[in-house]
């Protein structure tokens, strides 16, 4: 049951962080084409868009609210924050796309060991 858990964990993170680079580039892509300029999109950026979409308010109340407020105006932990604004958010997709595929091989190749093993 814990290998196919894993199997689709590692699929939803893997397809869904592949679209998402692939929408991201696509965004770049577009504002390039039609601007004549790259947009950089940090994962700090996505990270606050993303809250934004799902409708945390900058001045609300809770966790995501106080972090959705620190990734726009930070005060503290600077340093993580640069490292989050420098960091291009499809790097950061594209690195999670390859961890959720590790996890779908891996509980692919457990669920065939305990098949083969089950036989036995």
């Known amino acids: 049951m814990r290998a196919i858990l894993l199997r689709v964990c590692g699929a939803i993170v893997a ?46 109340a809770g966790r995501l609210a106080r972090f959705a407020h620190w990734l726009a105006t930070p005060d503290d932990w600077l340093g993580w924050h640069k490292i989050l604004a420098a960091i291009p958010a499809s790097l950061g997709l594209f690195t999670l796309s390859i961890i959720g595929n590790f996890a779908f091989v891996y509980g692919g190749d457990r669920l065939r060991e305990g098949k083969s093993s089950g036989d036995a």
Do not use: M, N, P
Request: glycine share 20%; hydrophobic share 45%.
């Open 15 to 60: 397809y869904g962080c592949l679209a998402a680079f692939i929408g991201v580039v696509g965004v770049q892509l577009y504002r390039w084409f039609r601007e004549g300029e790259w947009t950089s999109i940090g994962v700090s950026d996505g990270l606050f868009a993303l809250l934004q979409r799902c409708g945390v308010k900058d001045g609300g």
